[in-house]
């Protein structure tokens, strides 16, 4: 297959500047020999170069810095997550993004986008499955062709989050108390970066999150316009959480109801 003419040359990234689009944090797709790691977070920061471009070699500090450059964290929050994600998987000095995907650490099964950790790998898949991205989608309500019906905004809020976990937990299984609570805290994140309020629903806007997640890109053009604190971030996880409870209470009931209708329907027979 050739290359059409257009496209950027197979290139080299070398530290955090790209030789086709320069200095700068434009969009570069990775190259072959680069590492990436399951997180889109970790692996848009290295595609816009706020870390390492090749994913290699890259340090809690690295992380720190690139957390609070490109997402706007405040200090405590991208401390917490470079360093406390670092000692989890046990790299008290530099490492690559592929590796911070070991399974079991902070990785977890029954992810977003990502299949699970075949047996007897060490560290998680990183490809992005599509359908996966599509039923992420699926999961937000009102979905996008009621938007455009009504003229609302696309927007993901912790509601749209617990439904995606939970259907994630019917699909490859129930995953531990420490893990489930680092799943809320990766979304509660973004949402708190991204927030847009309207007056129907305040959330995220889909067009950038489907992006990043599945193309691990940053929305053209944008720039943190808060400080994205750890203790918000701790308050949205709860509401994840207690989304979460809430729809799983839901179902058993409607379930419940469900199966007393039936009963009552065979007692007529
Ligand atoms: C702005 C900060 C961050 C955000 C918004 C974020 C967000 C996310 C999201 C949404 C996922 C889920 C992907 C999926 O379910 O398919 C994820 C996965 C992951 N993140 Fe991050 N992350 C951040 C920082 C970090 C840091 C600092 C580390 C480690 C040092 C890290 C390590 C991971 C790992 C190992 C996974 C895989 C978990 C899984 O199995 O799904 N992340 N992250």
Same mark, same amino acid.
């Given at each position: 297959m050739s290359i059409p003419d257009s496209h950027p040359s197979i290139h080299e990234h070398k530290g955090? #500047?790209?030789?086709? #689009?320069?200095?700068?944090?434009a969009f570069c797709a990775p190259q072959q020999g680069d590492s990436r790691s399951p997180c889109p977070a970790l692996n848009t920061m290295a595609n816009h170069g706020y870390i390492a471009r090749d994913g290699k070699n890259i340090s809690a500090q690295d992380v720190t810095r690139g957390l609070k450059e490109c997402y706007g964290l405040s200090s405590p929050l991208a401390y917490f997550l470079a360093y406390v994600g670092f000692m989890i998987i046990r790299k008290f000095g530099r490492t690559n993004?592929?590796?911070?995907? &070991?399974?079991g650490a902070v990785e977890h099964n029954a992810s977003l986008v990502h299949h699970d950790t075949p047996e007897g790998h060490t560290c998680a898949p990183i490809d992005i499955d599509s359908k996966l991205v599509e039923d992420l989608c699926a999961d937000? &309500?009102?979905g996008p062709k009621e938007c455009e019906k009504d003229g609302k905004s696309w927007l993901m809020n912790y509601e749209d989050v617990a439904r995606a976990r939970i259907r994630r937990e019917k699909e490859a299984g129930p995953i531990d108390s420490v893990h489930a609570e680092i799943a809320r805290g990766e979304m509660a994140i973004i949402l708190g970066v991204w927030e847009t309020k309207t007056k129907d629903k305040a959330g995220i806007p889909m067009e950038y999150l489907k992006r990043w997640i599945s193309e691990e890109r940053m929305p053209d053009g944008w720039r943190p316009d808060h400080v994205q604190g750890l203790m918000d971030v701790v308050k949205r996880a709860k509401g994840i959480k207690k989304a979460v409870e809430q729809l799983r209470k839901d179902e058993a009931a409607a379930a419940a109801a469900s199966s007393s209708e039936t009963e009552k329907g065979k007692g007529k027979e």
């Open positions: 955090k #500047t790209c030789p086709v #689009t320069g200095q700068g944090h993004l592929f590796d911070i995907g &070991k399974h937000v &309500k009102p």
